[in-house]
Nanobody, 119 residues
């Protein structure tokens, strides 16, 4: 089993920045990819970004340039730097770690952290 714990959410004004962190514990040797999804009220959960232990990344196209994912393999931790935040970025952000490849359909999930961007 793998446990994921997110931190860093909060309230920020439009144009501001936040950095989220997600630390994995447990059987982390089985994890090759970690990343973030988000879910806004009334909307489906969507991919934000993911990163592999080798540094390969995957981003939602509409978030490229504003969001940056990075990882620290030694700490089994991933970070999501979010810049130029907009009210539409308001959502619960969930850390995930796929059991297989990059798939979120079979993954470990964190409990989520709220990000609220005020206009």
């Amino acid at each position: 089993q793998v446990q994921l714990v997110e931190s860093g959410g909060g309230l920020v004004q439009t144009g501001g920045s936040l950095e989220l962190s997600c630390a994995a514990s447990g059987s982390t040797g089985s994890i090759n990819v970690m990343g973030w999804y988000r879910q806004a009220p009334g909307k489906q959960r969507e991919l934000v970004a993911a990163i592999s232990r080798t540094g390969a990344t995957d981003y939602a196209d509409h978030l490229k340039g504003r969001f940056t994912i990075s990882g620290d393999n030694a700490k089994d931790t991933v970070y999501l730097q979010m810049d130029s935040l907009k009210p539409e970025d308001t959502a619960v952000y969930y850390c995930y770690a796929p059991r297989v490849a990059w798939s979120a359909r079979n993954a470990y999930w964190g409990q989520g952290t709220q990000v609220t961007v005020s206009s």
